[in-house]
């Protein structure tokens, strides 16, 4: 049952990356584009509300290879759509941000000074980079 939700959410993914794809990238999750406070606290919603619904290693590795390339907005558009997936957005914004940090501490990229910006305007400045070429 775990998996099924998270291959809606992959399938919608990949559908809705093309639209997401930045023209001119101004930074990547390589960035340092979150804190290591924001991914914590990231962590604390995943334990009180995705664990639910999703296991842990759901979020690591090739399972975020569609998102290669697109923003984090776009990503975020999606998360905050379609989960919960008994109450999707219900979260406040900043929780789902907090939640990509985790995403993306999970993945290896780095973790700065700064957290990452809850406004769209900002999350559509950044390009997750999955890997290095």
């Given at each position: ?23 001119e ?31 842990l ?23 905050a ?5 008994n ?42 980079k999955?890997?290095?070429?």
């Amino acid at each position: 049952m775990k998996r099924r939700g998270g291959i809606v959410a992959v399938s919608l993914a990949a559908a809705l990356c093309a639209s997401a794809r930045a023209e001119e990238p101004t930074r990547t999750t390589r960035d340092h584009v979150y804190t290591t406070e924001q991914a914590d606290r990231g962590k604390d919603i995943y334990k009180r509300v995705c664990s639910q619904c999703h296991a842990l290693d759901f979020y690591k590795g090739d399972v975020m290879k569609p998102w290669d390339g697109a923003t984090l907005d776009g990503l975020y558009d999606v998360v905050a759509t379609k989960m919960p997936q008994n109450n999707p957005g219900s979260l406040k914004r900043r929780e789902y941000v907090d939640v990509l940090a985790y995403i993306l501490s999970l993945n290896g990229m780095p973790a700065g000074e700064e957290d990452m910006p809850t406004k769209a305007s900002g999350l559509k400045g950044i390009v997750i980079k999955w890997r290095t070429k």
